[in-house]
DNA sequence: AGCTCTTCCTGAAAGC
DNA sequence: TGCTTTCAGGAAGAGC
């Protein structure tokens, strides 16, 4: 389940190939798997890489020709990856994308994604920041302290705010609980009473797990690899996703708990507290 | 305003 | 053993 670290390993490893190469064209498996802009396929066919970004948990592709820049998006859902030729997967049927390029020492990529919750986008400037306004909140390794703290200013509950990604982009489900963890708060505690403290710690960990995790190469859970086919390692250093049951890491005493309501919450009943922070 | 439920989709895992 | 059922998960939209 691709979240910002992976999109952001994705995005690097990408960039570091392709910025410059110029486009054979883009072939698509399926149709439906394109959300908006198909008629602008043939467009792309000799252009050039500008930049490979990440948005979100997105991937953004812009490429320019006589002047005109456009963009491909890859929203990757949970089980959508991009992959270069030396990746391997085990449902190659599941590839519903191929980007080529003129160059042959240039190599294909791949948009592979079997469960297909996530599609791709072919966009205009326009159509792109319409597409950013309309779906992606703050960055959470850009925001700052005030920028967070003014978002929490409200009476949602902490988790399912983490994850909204209008309001912050490009956390899911294993980094929020990795992050309300470490963060020492309750998945369900109500945003507005979080004290200054705990805003703080809360931002100053969001950050800190982001950074290690995109270090690590991403957390591979499931079948998450990178482009190149590397698995992330960040999945060693959790210490809430998919433990319940365990003992809680921080060796308080307490079994790591999950809750089944909407996205499953894993935490520690001992040390997350849902009192009032300080 | 903010939450819950439903839909999308397919492989893995659990259940019988 | 082998078939059937359930579940997981991100995002969007409906309804409360």
Redesign the pocket.
Known sequence: ?P?LPEAEVAARQLRARLVGAQVADIRLGRA?IVREGIRSLDWYAGSAVHTIDRR???VVFTFVKHGEPRHLVA?L???GLLLLPSAQV??P??THAVLSFTDPSCPPVRYWN?????RLSLLDADGLRRYVD??FGCEPLAVTKEQFAALLR????LK??L????TI?GI???Y?NEILFRARLHP?I???RLGIGAVSRLHTVMQSVLREAIDCGGSS???YFAPNGSEGSYKDRHLV??KAGQPCPNRCGAVIRRL?????SFFCPRCQTRRRQA
């Open positions: 389940m979240e439906d979100g948990k997105s929203e859902g949970m089980t085990r449902f049927q599941h079997p469960r297909r919750f996530g309309r779906r409200c009476r949602r509950r399912p705010l994850m909204h990604q209008q982009a899911g489900n294993i929020a369900n109500v945003a507005n859970v499931k079948d996703y998919g089944q309501s909407e996205r499953s």
